[in-house]
């Protein structure tokens, strides 16, 4: 029998820290898959030692071996200034370029099928049918509008494990003068170009919650993404707007108080 994972990629101590909530939300829902951690030189083992206790494989994965030009183009200040996130705020600790080491994951050979799942997200249901899903599958970036369903979200995707298909990536990544807006997510789209769709239910953007609430159903949710300003910031700029959502990530990362989700209001939709 083929073997599945979830896999995720944590590149610091935040992201390390906000994983235990991932991890631990993943195991509530009663998957038998591998949950696999794969994690940067700069988290520390001490970082990784909750996300082991948990059950989660912790994999190292090394940044990708880019020129020093493209990485210029992709290093922090430059990325935001070239291209300005303009829908919300990105927290200091956001290390664009490390985005690409996701592209690792296929490298997980001993692994038939994998859904890759953002650090910043929680999962509240079982989607172990997502193992199903061909290569490759993502949802729509949808998040304001309904006229961005034809953008893919990185943050929740289905793979199949390839050194073949990792080669061919690096390939195409690192071109004389290439630029990738969002990074690991414009790439991929562009590597992927008949991606198939995932219902926008199994990764559900917290902006969703003010901007399309009608959209929002506590019973079909499946993964719910803090995008933009993360949930564990205490300077949270939509603190006030995200707050129901907030306190079900502290729940999830302390274990404590977990909610019955079916049984959560849905966001008031204006009349």
């Known amino acids: 029998m083929t073997a599945n994972a979830y896999v995720t990629l944590v590149t610091n101590r935040d992201y390390a820290d906000a994983a235990i909530a991932l991890v631990r939300s993943l195991r509530l829902t009663g998957t038998t898959a591998d949950i696999v951690v ?3 030189g700069a988290v520390e083992s001490a970082a990784l ?5 948990l059950g989660a494989r912790c994999v190292e994965a090394g940044l990708l071996d880019t020129s020093p030009e493209f990485n210029a183009r992709h290093q922090r200040d ?3 200034a070239d291209a300005p996130f303009t829908k919300g705020n990105k927290p200091a600790f956001h290390t664009p ?9 296929w490298e997980l050979e001993e692994y038939g099928n994998v859904v890759f799942i953002d650090a910043d997200a929680i999962v509240i249901r079982n989607i172990d049918r997502l193992f199903d899903y061909p290569e490759f599958s993502a949802a729509p970036n949808v998040y304001e509008s309904l ?3 034809h953008r893919l979200n990185s943050g929740v995707f289905t793979a199949k ?4 298909t990792f080669a061919a990536m690096m390939e195409r990544l690192d071109r004389p003068g290439v630029f990738w807006r969002r990074t690991d997510q414009t790439f991929l789209q562009d590597f992927f170009p008949e991606w198939h769709g995932l219902p926008v239910f199994d ?9 399309l609430p009608g959209l929002w159903d506590w019973k079909s949710v499946r993964v719910v993404h803090y995008q933009y300003e993360k949930p564990w910031q205490a300077d949270h700029p939509k603190r006030a707007q995200l707050q ?21 209001p849905n966001p008031a939709v204006p009349e």
């Open 38 to 40: 794969m994690h940067t």
């Open 78 to 80: 430059r990325l935001h």
């Open 97 to 105: 370029l490390d985005n690409f080491a996701k592209l690792r994951l």
């Open 203 to 211: 990764n559900m953007l917290q902006y969703v919650w003010f901007n």
């Open 147 to 149: 006229a961005d369903f």
């Open 161 to 164: 494990p390839s050194r073949k």
């Open 49 to 53: 030692a909750p996300l082991k206790a």
């Open 244 to 264: 129901p959502l907030i306190d079900l990530w502290q729940a999830f990362r302390s274990g404590e108080n977990i909610p019955d989700i079916d049984s959560l």
